[in-house]
């Protein structure tokens, strides 16, 4: 039951370019998108969200876009740097009740930033 | 920088033992969750924690499994007779409100059951 889809499991990018990273959501109840980087040997780090009545959400070098009648979201960042070599989690939110929440991640993208 | 930790980094436990893994939240915060992530699946809930008690699960959190809070700074997660599916990351997370807008994970515990 892949509700978040990452369908690119790796994606090598030449430093300085854009990076674009891309996941797909069924669940038209998810209210919240996050993005979540990790390292090896280290947990996943919040990145950067967006609001499901939001389109577009930008921190410095990275934005998240949403078509929510694409049921579609992306990570943009530019210029991408060596050390945004990590894997990228997209996960969404589902209000499940009783003031409690659920995250669903999908199975994450490898970039690979190369100098 | 506050951070959560989690120990051990890697447990190798015989199939049938119980294992427990252990987590300290940020100080602060009031809501702990316990994720697993199988070997190149997706990071997947188990169960949410806020206020002594258990306020959400997945249908993988079975009975072999049970959380605690045995004090004021550690969090356990417990599998009281492994199976060798279990054997994944298990990462901690805590956060101080409960809408999941950021949650903070530990680096994780690998475990392997053999």
């Known amino acids: 039951d892949q509700q978040v889809k990452q369908n690119s499991p790796s994606l090598s990018v030449q430093e300085g370019r854009i990076s674009i990273l891309n996941c797909d959501y069924t669940?038209?109840?998810?209210?919240?998108f996050l993005w979540y980087k990790k390292y090896p040997a280290e947990g996943p780090t919040f990145l950067i969200s967006i609001s499901s009545i939001k389109d577009k959400n930008e921190d410095g070098r990275f934005t998240v876009f949403l078509n929510k009648s694409a049921k579609h979201l992306s990570l943009h960042i530019v210029p991408s740097q060596p050390g945004d070599s990590a894997v990228y989690f997209c996960a969404a939110r589902v209000y499940s009740g009783a003031g409690s929440y659920q995250l669903t991640f999908g199975k994450g993208t490898k970039l690979s930033v190369i100098p | 920088e506050p951070e959560v930790t989690q120990t051990p980094s890697h447990q190798v436990t015989q199939m049938g033992q119980e294992v427990i893994l252990r987590c300290v939240p940020i100080?602060?915060?009031?809501?702990f969750y316990w994720y697993r992530q199988i070997l190149g699946q997706k990071v997947e809930f188990l169960v949410s924690f806020y206020n002594n008690e258990i306020s959400e699960k997945s249908e993988i959190f079975d009975d072999q499994f049970s959380v605690e809070r045995p004090d004021g700074s550690n969090f356990t997660l417990k599998i009281r007779s492994t199976k060798l599916e279990d054997s994944a990351m298990y990462f901690c997370?805590?956060?101080?409100?409960?809408?999941?807008?950021?949650?903070?994970f530990g680096p994780g515990t690998r475990l392997t059951v053999l």
């Open positions: 669940n038209s109840m998810f209210d919240y």
């Open positions: 997370a805590s956060s101080d409100s409960p809408i999941l807008d950021e949650q903070f």
């Open positions: 100080s602060n915060h009031l809501y």
